[in-house]
């Protein structure tokens, strides 16, 4: 069975670039895909590819990532709402190498892949419209 | 503000020392977009040997690998520095797929180990580097986020970054697409095998060092 577990901003609120980390790849491990309201600090993927590393064993084969923002093309709209809302904006998909087969994404929106016993048939599709 | 501020006087503090340093200029990117046979390339066009192994199966090179002292002269302008090719970035490593590509079941076990430990030590090695040249394979999609990562960390550090769009002798190279995803900078396209466009990309490794 196929699990997607929303995260909301305010979970990682209280929480440092590690705790975030170690909380998103316990998800993760567990099998589940992964939704992170907003996205992650460049520093921080970065370091979950760092972590990911170190846990692949044969059992688990890494991650797939892939994060959207809002396409805003206004300058002065852009840095309010970065001002505003931080890393708030967007959405980040994180799941399992063993379970997602690839994160296709354009700047409007992300497919999510998942493996189903290689049948082409059976694949799984989750499309994300901005 | 403050972060501002910090990198105004960061990269004033970098423009009156960089002049004396020796540059140490980092090839970066996903696995098998060609940062060997580019490293190569450069080598022996101006060292008279090569530098990395190549090879169609994904992370061939698994340790960081310098060539110090490389002087390069293009059009007039001169650039010294050390070169260092790294490991490909990956979210994903699976032995089984270099079974597939032919190798042993240990051999590959111990490939993949190897590899995850490749991608740790190029991730750390980030902020050593004065200059990076990454290096996208034109034929896929530049869209992933390794991709994207790698030159947000980049952005993040201040560090000048050369954006190469790789393979450009295939037919199913695809330049605009790399051009739509990173709109800020300026594309090379070249082919490190067959040399194609390689003193453009000399002349703008060249502007973007001395930038």
């Given at each position: 069975m196929?699990?997607?577990?929303?995260?909301p901003?305010?979970?990682?609120?209280?929480?440092?670039?590690?705790?975030?980390?170690?909380?998103?790849?316990?998800?993760?491990?567990?099998?589940?895909?992964?939704?992170?309201?907003?996205?992650?600090?460049?520093?921080?993927?970065?370091?979950?590819?760092?972590?990911?590393?170190?846990?692949?064993?044969?059992k688990?084969?890494?991650?797939?990532?892939?994060?959207?923002?809002?396409?805003?093309t206004?300058?002065?709209?852009?840095?309010?709402?970065?001002?505003?809302?931080?890393?708030?904006?967007g959405v980040?998909?994180?799941?399992?190498?063993?379970?997602?087969?690839?994160?296709?994404?354009?700047?409007?929106?992300?497919?999510?892949?998942?493996?189903?016993?290689?049948s082409?048939?059976?694949?799984?599709?989750?499309?994300?419209?901005? | 503000?403050?972060?501002?501020f910090?990198?105004?006087?960061?990269?004033?503090?970098?423009?009156?020392f960089?002049?004396?340093?020796?540059?140490?200029?980092?090839?970066?990117?996903?696995?098998?977009?060609?940062?060997?046979?580019?490293?190569?390339?450069?080598?022996?066009?101006?060292?008279?040997?090569?530098?990395?192994a190549?090879?169609?199966?994904?992370?061939?090179?698994?340790?960081?690998e310098?060539?110090?002292?490389?002087?390069?002269?293009?059009?007039?302008?001169?650039?010294?520095?050390?070169?260092?090719?790294?490991?490909?970035?990956?979210?994903?490593?699976?032995?089984?797929?270099?079974?597939?590509?032919g190798?042993?079941?240990?051999?590959?076990?111990?490939?993949?180990?190897e590899?995850?430990k490749?991608?740790?030590?190029?991730?750390?090695?980030?902020?050593?580097?004065?200059?990076?040249?990454?290096?996208?394979?034109?034929?896929?999609?530049?869209y992933?986020?390794?991709?994207?990562?790698?030159?947000?960390?980049?952005?993040?550090?201040?560090?000048?970054?050369?954006?190469v769009?790789?393979?450009?002798?295939?037919?199913?190279?695809?330049?605009?697409?790399?051009?739509a995803?990173?709109?800020?900078?300026?594309?090379?396209?070249?082919?490190?095998?067959?040399?194609?466009?390689?003193?453009?990309?000399?002349d703008?490794?060249?502007s973007?060092?001395?930038?």
């Amino acid at each position: 069975m196929l699990t997607i577990q929303y995260v909301p901003h305010s979970e990682f609120l209280n929480l440092d670039s590690t705790s975030k980390i170690k909380k998103i790849l316990g998800l993760v491990k567990e099998e589940k895909i992964v939704m992170v309201e907003g996205k992650l600090k460049k520093t921080e993927e970065a370091e979950l590819i760092q972590r990911t590393m170190e846990i692949i064993d044969q059992k688990f084969k890494g991650i797939e990532i892939a994060s959207i923002d809002p396409q805003e093309t206004n300058a002065f709209k852009k840095f309010l709402f970065n001002m505003l809302l931080g890393d708030r904006t967007g959405v980040t998909l994180i799941g399992p190498a063993s379970v997602v087969k690839s994160i296709k994404k354009d700047p409007n929106k992300i497919q999510l892949f998942t493996k189903t016993g290689g049948s082409k048939k059976n694949k799984r599709k989750t499309k994300k419209k901005k | 503000m403050v972060n501002v501020f910090k990198r105004l006087l960061g990269r004033i503090f970098k423009n009156l020392f960089k002049k004396k340093k020796h540059l140490k200029i980092g090839l970066y990117g996903p696995p098998n977009a060609g940062k060997s046979t580019l490293a190569n390339r450069i080598c022996k066009d101006w060292l008279g040997e090569e530098m990395s192994a190549v090879s169609n199966i994904p992370h061939e090179t698994r340790e960081i690998e310098i060539k110090e002292q490389i002087n390069l002269q293009n059009d007039g302008k001169e650039l010294s520095f050390s070169l260092v090719d790294t490991p490909g970035i990956a979210t994903k490593i699976d032995y089984e797929d270099f079974i597939k590509k032919g190798l042993k079941k240990k051999e590959a076990k111990q490939r993949a180990k190897e590899a995850t430990k490749g991608v740790i030590d190029a991730i750390k090695w980030l902020d050593d580097m004065d200059v990076v040249i990454v290096i996208l394979d034109s034929t896929q999609d530049p869209y992933s986020q390794v991709n994207i990562t790698i030159v947000g960390n980049l952005q993040a550090r201040d560090i000048p970054v050369l954006l190469v769009g790789n393979k450009v002798d295939l037919k199913r190279s695809n330049l605009k697409k790399i051009e739509a995803a990173f709109p800020q900078y300026d594309i090379v396209g070249i082919s490190a095998q067959y040399g194609n466009n390689i003193d453009k990309f000399y002349d703008a490794l060249i502007s973007t060092a001395n930038a």
